[in-house]
């Protein structure tokens, strides 16, 4: 079944420190990966995809497909940071599969 | 970048009653819109897509019958919750997909419906 698991709802980080949001998925084939961001009452907005490889607002996310995972990691932790993350995965339909989500709060 | 609105963002109806939520491509012509709903501390959980010109593909376990979906345009998706009951309370957001096909799905603000 295809699957995505975000094993923290809520991470606490301090300013300034390192951030790994975690996301392992269960996909037969090649999966599509992708990183959902929602801060404070906004719409939900593509933070990163794997196919495309770049840094968005300092955040990298490397696909590692022997520990089926694609977590999300930002050296530097800043305060506009704090937001809800969501991984997700494009199956063969063209639909999204969504985490659970992970919320990040950045403590001062 | 391309725009997603959704009408109305809020609403409030009485139980029993029907609304319509509306999903609009801005700048771009979608021939394929998603559907939403989003549970409090859970994640989004796909309804149902929908295909300009065609009927809705509904994920199973969602009433295709209380949950009406029209996709009559490139540029418009409407979702009627029919029969509306306090558990329909909930945010529903919509996503549209281009139409050169990318994988990039672009998401509408969400709508509160809250049924009394």
């Known amino acids: 079944a295809q699957r995505v698991t975000q094993p923290e709802k809520l991470l606490s980080v301090f300013k300034g420190a390192p951030v790994e949001l975690k996301c392992n998925y269960s996909y037969s084939g090649s999966p599509e990966l992708f990183w959902y961001v929602q801060y404070s009452r906004q719409r939900l907005q593509l933070l990163l995809r794997h196919i495309s490889r770049e840094s968005i607002k300092g955040f990298t996310a490397d696909l590692n497909k022997g520990e089926t995972s694609f977590h999300l990691k930002k050296p530097f932790a800043q305060e506009e940071d704090s937001a809800m993350y969501y991984c997700a995965l494009i199956d063969r339909d063209d639909k999204i599969i969504f985490g659970k989500g992970t919320r990040l709060h950045i403590l001062p | 970048g391309a725009v997603v609105s959704q009408h109305p963002s809020r609403v409030i109806c009485k139980s029993g009653t029907s609304v319509k939520i509306e999903c609009r491509s801005l700048?771009?012509?979608?021939?394929?819109m998603f559907w939403y709903r989003q549970f409090p501390k859970k994640s989004l959980m796909l309804m149902a897509t929908s295909n300009e010109g065609s009927k809705a593909t509904y994920e199973q376990g969602v009433e295709k019958d209380k949950f009406l979906i029209n996709h009559a345009s490139l540029t418009l998706s409407t979702l009627t919750v029919t029969s509306a009951h306090p558990e329909d309370s909930s945010f529903y957001i919509c996503?549209?997909?281009?139409?050169?096909?990318?994988?990039?799905?672009?998401f509408g603000p969400g709508t509160r419906l809250t049924v009394t």
């Open positions: 700048d771009f012509q979608a021939t394929t």
């Open positions: 996503s549209a997909r281009d139409f050169q096909g990318t994988f990039e799905q672009y």
